[in-house]
């Protein structure tokens, strides 16, 4: 639900920040007043297109930030993860959009900046317009097609089809991959199996690879390194050093005699004696292992041709099919399936277009037994959505679901569907998007809002002008449909009608004040004051200070409010 919404510097609008509660809020005010700023507010921050013209004249920039909670954010956190952006916390998601006059835009999401298309694509998951200049999601064939499913809890079988169409388009990309590669030469096998055979002939895990590498780094050093480990061997070791004179151990052995000598007349030291004694052991060990290391070393002719070559043959195996030991390897995995493909190219595409077939069979199974379930769906929806069109002000107007066949499988089945209307009586039903009257349309909707309120997963519902041209009993039952479809969604609705808004548990009011030099825009709630709704609803019935329009706006307040 939608927590909180600051503006500012948008349109004739200053700054205001308002607080939303669950349920239905109405908002009313004169014609002209601005009512239309707090939905473009809730557009900007639902990823709407905009340009500069909407900043308030003189003022450098714009801003809009909302701050959203969902009790369960599991699926609004996978598409933020999909999006690269920051989990909510706690389920609060907080979004913010300014424009610049001069600066580029800017958007963040979590605190984290994001693209207009991210909030594009968030704002489908929270909340949904309805009205003369924003019909959006129950416009679409897709969304028609996703609600007719879920009022007819198709989604175990839809699913089912899903794995059945993936299986047939997995096969059909394996046989179109086959058909597109060349068929090879018989010197192009050749060739081919020459590569499997350099590749077969090295071990290509990590561990041998760094190993081959290492060996040969050594190996290419290895004058430089059997020197030093000599040096090392002898100056740890031999009993005379050429170069530095008496080698360690020797000195170590007159060390030790003197070292014995002292323990002898001071036990006390015996100790320190006995750690020199330690040291010379290590020593000696030291010498042994340098002199071991320096015998590794030394590579005979045919160990370092055997060495070169296999150390050429992998570089020359990097080189062609990439860096790193896994992907030589999946090379070779690719060139054994196309070598084998090519043994019997004629028998493996025969074999896959009968792994075609039979996935097509299965899957179009699946797609009539989807197809029988929205077709029962589709004449239980238009008869539910009817009933709440005829309240509606449309007496005779025939509101249908037709299921549309398709020639080919597609990822939602062998068939669409489509929302028909006919608002009067002898015309034909033509499809929702044709339907030429805003309010008709916006009745349509708000009727089909009502029949599938607890399936839809959009919690903001957002009603602009569902009440043009209608009153009376006709705006009761506006206002009936609103207070119903609030009690699974959160409903803002831009009202004209005193009936409708009485409905509201809360109430905000939007007035222009064009008293000073310029026009300003304030939006103010009114539900904590009876006073302040009573002459609210006055107002709308025609005049706030008349005692017959104070009266029913008391009845309709105490008919349909809190």
Same mark, same amino acid.
């Given at each position: ?26 908002? $009313?005010?004169? $014609? ?38 969902? =009790? ?16 909510? &916390? ?81 096969? @059909? ?14 010197? /192009? ?54 170069? =530095? ?18 323990? &002898? ?42 060495? $070169? ?72 929806? =238009? ?66 809002? $009502? ?13 602009? &002008? ?20 609030? @009690? ?38 009114? /539900?904590?004051? @009876? ?32």
């Amino acid at each position: 639900m939608l927590q909180s919404l600051r503006i500012r510097n948008l349109a004739l609008l200053d700054e205001v920040a308002l607080d939303f509660e669950e349920g239905f809020t109405a908002v $009313t005010g004169e $014609t002209g007043a601005g009512k239309s700023i707090l939905l473009g507010g809730l557009s900007l921050l639902a990823g709407e297109r905009a340009d500069k013209t909407v900043i308030r004249q003189g003022a450098a920039s714009c801003e809009a930030e909302a701050s959203l909670y969902f =009790a369960k954010p599991a699926r609004i956190d996978a598409v933020l993860e999909e999006l690269g952006l920051p989990p909510c &916390e706690e389920g609060v998601l907080i979004l913010k959009r300014s424009l610049s006059r001069d600066k580029p835009p800017k958007v963040s999401v979590n605190g984290s900046l994001a693209t207009l298309a991210s909030l594009q694509r968030l704002g489908e998951l929270w909340v949904d317009f309805h009205g003369p200049n924003e019909p959006r999601r129950l416009l679409k064939e897709s969304c028609q097609l996703e609600l007719l499913d879920l009022f007819g809890r198709c989604g175990e079988a839809l699913a089912s089809y899903g794995e059945g169409y993936r299986a047939w388009r997995e096969a @059909r990309a394996e046989r179109d991959r086959i058909l597109a590669e060349e068929r090879l030469s018989s010197d /192009q096998v050749d060739f081919l199996k020459g590569q499997l055979a350099a590749m077969d002939s090295l071990d290509l895990s990590a561990e041998a690879v760094e190993g081959l590498e290492r060996d040969f780094q050594r190996m290419s050093r290895s004058q430089d390194l059997l020197e030093l480990a000599q040096a090392l061997e002898r100056g740890l070791s031999g009993d005379e050093d050429p170069v =530095a004179g008496s080698g360690v151990r020797a000195r170590l052995a007159a060390l030790l005699r003197e070292a014995h000598r002292l323990a &002898e007349i001071d036990p006390a030291s015996r100790g320190l004696a006995e750690r020199l004694s330690a040291a010379a052991v290590e020593i000696a060990d030291l010498g042994s292992e340098f002199g071991s290391l320096a015998s590794q070393l030394q590579f005979d002719p045919a160990q370092a041709d055997a060495l $070169t070559a296999r150390m050429n043959a992998w570089l020359d195996l990097k080189r062609k099919y990439g860096g790193d030991p896994a992907s030589v390897l999946a090379s070779r995995e690719a060139l054994r399936r196309r070598l084998a493909v090519q043994g019997d190219l004629d028998g493996e595409i025969a074999r896959l277009e009968g792994k075609i077939a039979e996935a097509e069979k299965a899957a179009r199974k699946l797609a009539k037994a989807l197809r029988l379930l929205r077709e029962k769906a589709a004449g239980q929806l =238009a008869k539910a959505a009817s009933g709440h069109i005829a309240r509606l002000g449309f007496q005779r107007a025939d509101f249908r679901v037709g299921i549309v066949p398709k020639d080919e499988l597609g990822p939602s089945g062998d068939c669409g569907c489509e929302f028909l209307f006919s608002p009067n009586v002898g015309e034909a039903p033509l499809p929702l998007n044709r339907v030429a009257s805003s309010g008709e349309l916006a009745r349509v909707m708000l009727a089909l809002k $009502t029949v599938l309120a607890d399936m839809d997963q959009v919690p903001l519902l957002v009603f602009d &002008e569902v009440d043009a041209n209608v009153g009376g009993e006709v705006g009761s039952a506006v206002g009936e449909r609103m207070a119903a479809i609030a @009690r699974a969604h959160q409903v803002l609705c831009v009202t004209h009608l005193p009936q409708v808004a009485a409905r509201a548990t809360c109430h905000l009011v939007v007035a222009k004040d064009q008293s000073g030099e310029r026009a300003v825009v304030t939006i103010s709630p009114i /539900q904590a004051s @009876r006073r302040a709704r009573v002459s609210e609803l006055a107002r709308m019935l025609g005049d706030r200070s008349a005692k017959s329009a104070l009266a029913h706006a008391e009845e309709l307040l105490g008919r349909g409010g809190p």
